[in-house]
């Protein structure tokens, strides 16, 4: 995608609040253009009157008498030197305060406008069917909404320095073009020359650069994160400096890419404000040599003032495009994830409720009725034929072969996979993947506490991992330290110092293993759901502890509904029912 394309996208997402915020950048950019074709126009008789020290002589130039009569109204017993002086002054003020204001106003917005690009991926991503996050590796997540955001507000900024630029070169442009036309079309001729050349040759090398930059980036996000989850790995078999090769490998190139990038930006200014300096230099020795008059010393002069002016905001014109073709992949990366939509609910089958839910309404029922599933983009099902009824106060135990496919049977019973073919339905209602604020779906994750294989815990305290989600003010430590004793977890905990406020550890480093499973099902306890689902959430505990654990979970008033995945011949006399999951098919027994 082409610049103006790429700016004119991510300014259609942008909200209508922003857009007059943009409005109003557009607004201080012209009145900055405005004054900077003043102060050119008025430096041009103040250098004459200098040179030639004596009173002032007016231009014919349009618009600068009306502007010297306007300040002399102001300064009615002022000399014309004194108010050209005087106006000369007052230009330089109030284009600072605008030019000023102007960038800190730009920045701001574009830091407004990167948060709110910021919160509406993070929304969109966590917003997604689970199995679309599942098929995604984390990196590309993390760098989006780090590096590609923090790009897209760079090229947003940039955006806005673009237009003030412009504003500017127009303005200045202008004036040198009432001053001398044939002169000024010649110095814009040379320099915009330059830079549209400079910027036509590197076009395609820039966005080369951009596109390794972004995935350069992934890739070493996902380095670092495989590298400390591997850690263990890294010190028992002493391949730490064969990582530490592999990353400074990586970020050199990553870098180094980067500087080629910077350097298409920043070489031309400095070669320009060289060769124009040459230029200036080579026109006043011939204008000394040639014994010229003082104007058109004034007229050099000014043209100087004028050109130092105008390169930066040239350069600055050049060095933006060169940056938002820079970062124009992790722009086009931004706008991929804001047009990613929740799958429309025409796409499943529907049917009606024949009893309809109510927030209130306690669960009866989770009904399997020929239910299959397929990976996407396969046609052969991983599960088929399933069809079982799950009743209140149930335990239902699932049994299987790894990989036989129980992990994924729980995905559905969560309703975080769709089924390929059949019915799941809760108190008598579709369970569809219709949408993450469909009101079934809301219905059945409130009823239901899950206890993963792999727990995740936060470095933070005992408690707020156990009410995990719940602000800090609103945990209720009566409800955590039950929940611990339901999970045998109250006598480590009443053994450290600092109790539930115990700090555990980046992933609970400071735990065991058997300690996080446990901690995991006081996570579930704590909701108090009706339902627990427990995908071998006791694997690494003893039997002892284990049958303890389920225990107390039968012997809990009211008595929650149990679905438990476990290898254990000892967990079977606690089912209701009990799935054994062969073959690509679940056998109740």
């Known amino acids: 995608m082409q610049s103006l394309p790429l700016i004119a996208t991510l300014f259609s997402l942008l909200s209508a609040r922003r857009k007059i915020f943009c ?24 250098i004459s009157t200098i040179s030639q020290a004596g009173e002032a002589q007016i231009p014919r130039i349009p618009f600068l008498p009306h502007l010297f009569i306007f300040i002399s109204h102001i300064l009615p017993s002022a000399s014309s030197n004194a108010i050209l002086i005087s106006t000369f002054l007052i230009l330089i003020v109030l284009s600072t305060v605008i030019r000023t204001s102007e960038i800190f106003f730009s920045l701001r917005l574009s830091a407004l406008i990167g948060n709110d690009f910021s919160k509406r991926i993070y929304s969109i991503l966590l917003n997604q069917p689970f199995s679309h996050l599942a098929d995604t590796n984390s990196s590309c997540y993390i760098n989006s909404l ?21 504003a500017t070169v127009f303005g200045i442009v202008a004036a040198l073009f009432l001053v001398s036309p044939f002169q000024s079309i010649c110095l814009f001729f ?14 395609s090398a820039i966005h080369r650069i951009s596109h390794y930059i972004h995935s350069s980036s992934i890739s070493r996000i996902k380095f670092i994160q495989e590298s400390f989850e591997s850690i263990r790995d890294l010190i028992l078999y002493r391949l730490n400096s064969y990582f530490i090769d592999l990353y400074s490998s990586t970020d050199k190139s990553l870098r180094f890419a980067r500087a080629r990038a910077e350097s298409y930006s920043s070489v031309p200014r400095i070669l320009l404000e060289g060769f124009l300096l040459f230029l200036i230099a080579i026109s006043a020795f011939y204008l000394s040599l040639s014994g010229s008059s003082r104007s058109a010393l004034s007229f050099l002069a000014t043209f100087a003032l004028g050109a130092q002016r105008l390169l930066p905001s040239i350069n600055t014109l050049y060095s933006t495009a060169t940056n938002i073709r820079r970062y124009s992949s992790s722009a086009l990366t931004i706008y991929d994830i804001i047009s990613l939509s929740a799958p429309s609910p025409s796409s499943f089958t529907t049917s009606s409720s024949l009893t309809p839910l109510r927030s209130d309404q306690s669960f009866r029922s989770l009904v399997f009725s020929n239910v299959s599933y397929s990976y996407p983009n396969s046609t052969v099902p991983l599960l088929g034929g399933i069809s079982f009824s799950l009743e209140k106060c149930q335990t239902v135990v699932i049994t299987g072969a790894s990989g036989s496919g129980k992990s994924t049977l729980i995905d559905l019973i969560l309703g975080l996979l769709q089924p390929s073919s059949g019915t799941i339905t809760v108190n008598n209602n579709l369970l569809v993947q219709s949408s993450y604020n469909d009101d079934v779906l809301n219905f059945w994750h409130s009823k239901i506490a899950h206890v993963p294989q792999s727990v995740f815990l936060s470095d933070s305290s005992i408690a707020a991992n156990v009410a995990f989600g719940v602000p800090e003010h609103l945990i209720d430590s009566d409800l955590v330290r039950f929940s611990l004793d339901l999970a045998h977890l109250q006598d480590f905990v009443a053994s450290l110092p600092h109790g539930i406020d115990t700090i555990i550890g980046e992933r609970g480093s400071l735990l065991s293993g058997g300690q996080i499973q446990r901690l995991g099902i006081a996570r579930a306890l704590y909701r108090q759901s009706e339902v627990l689902i427990l995908d071998e959430a006791t694997s690494a505990l003893d039997p002892f502890t284990e049958s303890s654990i389920l225990t107390s979970l039968h012997e809990m008033k009211p008595k929650p509904t149990i679905v438990m995945v476990t290898h254990r011949e000892h967990s079977l006399h606690f089912a209701s029912l009990q799935l054994k999951v062969s073959n690509g098919h679940v056998i109740a027994i």
Request: charged share 5%; net charge negative.
């Open 146 to 166: 780090t590096t590609d955001i923090d790009q897209v507000v760079i090229i947003i900024n940039e955006s806005f320095l673009f237009l003030v630029s412009l």
């Open 23 to 46: 409005c109003i950048l557009l607004f201080l950019s012209f009145t900055s253009a405005l004054l900077q074709f003043f102060l050119i126009l008025t430096f041009y008789p103040l």
């Open 190 to 203: 040379i320099i915009g020359s330059s830079y549209l050349s400079i910027s036509f040759f590197s076009r």
